[in-house]
């Protein structure tokens, strides 16, 4: 009895290649280029607001950035005189964001250090919602309630500063106005920027490498020995992108503002006093009866803004990643 | 035969003595801080909020510094001034969560969710129309904004974490300062590019490629940590069965990671809902309904509560309050849905 031996059939042999299929090429094809919508949408921006605002920044060239008169006058001939100057806006806008970083980013560290070495974790996780839920209220509400509930309470505390520390200057007020002060803005600001200054912390201080944590306390240190010999010095370079990602949100902050803030064109440090400004609601401010040669003026001012915070948010994520990274 | 049991112990539990003594101190404080107020000039509920914990450091610090000294003191200071950094901050929350309810609710009626401003207007007595229209507005504006920006968010999250190709570091960067973008730059944006440029006028479309801007980042960054979730052992598999990338991603990881894009989707809404600023160049303010999304102004509930919030009479401002108390309503609400899929997305790994 014989077995018939089956033929031997060598199939082809296979092609072996790195070479991606149609439908993955066509796939990586998208994806990559919607990928760079960032890029594109980002660019767009700088381009169109610059075309825009050119007449306006040829005119008033680096005045623009450092005069603060703001007006559009005609001369006899009927033509019209333009003085467009963001100075005293510039300023302003930095005295109330320097306002509010005074005040958030000491609550923010505390409430990032209480998150993460103090709570229990029941209260952690409701006050982990609570400050989720604040960066998601609109911020048009933190107008209305900067207005009609802050406000009151806020100018008080504006009347008992000017009393004990009126003799500081940027305390002092020429007339005894205080409501819509920046001081006020810049509460209202802080409260917008807590959020971000407390989550970046937090996530910067739950980083901390367990390992220096543990030689900490068996060292004999107490807690606060350990978050201020370990904890602190790992984290500072993340509690300062924090805060700079604050700034950057205070700097474009527009509603809010504008509903607490008395905008005029006269540059002032003494915060307490009813008068300042922000180059993001005098945009909207000016921006009803606005006549050609201002719509331009506006697009400039809006270019400048968009730079500073994107200088400023550029700077802030690379300091929060370096520093992230770091602990890994 | 005799059975040694093990009593457990938790040395690092705080004992009974040391809880008795915690709640005996706040108590004295509690007496303490009431008892300042009663008897110098000092009043209100900030006076009697520092000074309980004034008065708590300074109790807690006596019960302390037999057992550990100045660094005892030193390290329940630290406790306490942490536990008031959050309690301030979360009595923020509570003020403006009390103030848009308490103010809110009392210009609620039928008539505000149901009718529009056509004939009405922001001056008269409440009950007279209402900000339907404005709802709706609202909707059709996150309608086309998730439309357009939640496949550009997704895709450019599937690009860093499937494709990792060489711009990945440049496009996270960029995405990360694009969400740093102020909301007026990307009206102004708008205005500038198309508005002047085209025949287009302000219209609910705009608007919407307004808050797109917006709204990409946010989509972007979530969407880009819950892919990062996804086990890697799940592509592996796919890849070995011999599927080809594409379908790897588009029937494994996409839709294991379903739950969490949603939850980028509503987060991105949650951003937008409530931004005013881009709004008032984009798509201009509207009384009444207007379901043609490409052409005409829009009513939108930011516009309406801006308008209230300007107009200064007492009708105007109740009207903003119950404006703003639906709109967070709502925001609340989609809170609340990310929050439940986006921990039912975590728990699954």
Not at chain 1, 96 to 112: E, N, Q
Not at chain 1, 150 to 158: F, G, I, K, Q, V
Not at chain 2, 59 to 72: C, E, L, N, T
């Amino acid at each position: 009895m014989s077995v018939a031996t089956p033929a031997k059939v060598t199939p082809p042999a296979r092609v072996i290649t790195t070479k991606p299929r149609v439908s993955d090429q066509i796939f990586r094809g998208i994806v990559t280029t919607f990928s760079f919508s960032a890029l594109v949408i980002l660019s767009l921006i700088a381009l169109f607001l610059f075309l825009k605002g050119f007449n306006t920044l040829k005119e008033q060239g680096f005045g623009f950035i450092t005069h603060f008169e703001w007006s559009v006058t005609q001369d006899a001939a009927g033509k019209d005189v333009t003085h467009f100057g963001l100075q005293a806006m510039l300023v302003g806008t930095v005295v109330i964001s320097f306002v509010a970083l005074f005040i958030a980013v000491p609550l923010s560290v505390l409430t990032a250090l209480f998150l993460t070495f103090y709570a229990p974790e029941r209260i952690k996780k409701i006050l982990v919602t609570i400050v989720d839920l604040m960066a998601a209220f609109p911020s048009i509400l933190y107008g209305l309630w900067g207005f009609f509930v802050l406000m009151p309470m806020a100018e008080y505390w504006a009347k008992l500063i000017h009393k004990w520390l009126g003799w500081i200057y940027i305390f002092d007020v020429p007339q005894s106005v205080y409501t819509r002060s920046p001081f006020i803005a810049g509460i209202v600001l802080s409260v917008m920027i807590i959020p971000i200054i407390t989550s970046v912390s937090r996530e910067v201080f739950s980083q901390t490498p367990l390992d220096r944590v543990q030689a900490a306390y068996a060292l004999g240190a107490t807690k606060w020995g350990m978050i201020r010999a370990v904890v602190l010095p790992f984290g500072a370079g993340g509690v300062v992108g924090g805060s700079m990602l604050g700034l950057g949100r205070a700097f474009g902050e527009t509603v809010a503002v504008f509903s607490v803030l008395n905008i005029v064109f006269r540059t002032n440090f003494q915060i307490l006093f009813t008068q300042g400004g922000n180059v993001a609601s005098m945009i909207i401010q000016k921006w009803g009866e606005a006549g050609p040669a201002e719509i331009s003026a506006l697009m400039a001012a809006g270019l400048v803004l968009f730079i500073l915070t994107l200088i400023v948010n550029f700077l802030a994520n690379a300091v929060v990643n370096r520093t992230v990274k770091s602990g890994r | 035969m005799s059975t040694t049991s093990v009593k457990q112990v938790r040395p690092w539990a705080p004992s009974v003595t040391d809880r008795a003594m915690t709640g005996l101190s706040v108590v004295l404080a509690i007496l303490t801080a009431v008892i300042i107020v009663a008897v110098t000039p000092m009043k209100g509920k900030l006076a009697y909020f520092f000074l309980f914990f004034i008065a708590w450091f300074v109790i807690d610090s006596i019960f302390v510094v037999r057992k550990m000294g100045a660094k005892g003191i030193r390290d329940g200071l630290a406790a306490k001034v942490t536990l008031l950094g959050a309690v301030i901050v979360s009595m923020a929350v509570f003020s403006i969560l009390w103030a848009t309810i308490s103010r809110g609710i009392k210009g609620l009626n039928l008539a505000f969710v149901t009718q529009n401003m056509r004939n009405a207007s922001m001056f008269d007595p409440i009950g007279k129309g209402g900000i339907l229209h404005a709802i709706l507005g609202t909707l059709m504006l996150i309608a086309i904004a998730i439309i357009i920006s939640v496949p550009m968010g997704i895709l450019t999250a599937l690009y860093l974490t499937e494709i990792k190709g060489k711009a990945s570091g440049l496009i996270q960067f960029l995405v990360q300062a694009m969400s740093g973008v102020p909301s007026v730059v990307a009206g102004l944006f708008i205005y500038a590019a198309i508005i002047l440029n085209t025949p287009l006028r302000s219209s609910a479309f705009l608007g919407g490629l307004a808050l797109t801007i917006l709204m990409v980042p946010t989509v972007t960054r979530t969407a880009q940590e819950v892919l990062n979730l996804v086990p890697r052992d799940l592509r592996e598999a796919g890849l070995a069965m011999g599927a080809t990338q594409w379908k790897t991603v588009a029937l494994v990881v996409v839709p294991a990671a379903r739950s969490g894009l949603i939850t980028a989707t509503i987060l991105g809404v949650a951003r937008i809902a409530g931004e005013t600023a881009p709004l008032l160049f984009t798509v201009g303010v509207f009384d009444s309904y207007n379901f043609n999304p490409f052409k005409g102004d829009q009513g939108t509930i930011p516009t309406v509560v801006w308008r209230g919030l300007l107009g200064g009479t007492p009708e105007s401002v109740q009207r903003a309050w119950s404006a703003i108390f639906v709109l967070l309503v709502v925001v609340l609400i989609m809170f609340v849905l990310a929050r439940t899929l986006g921990s039912k997305a975590m728990k699954k790994k």
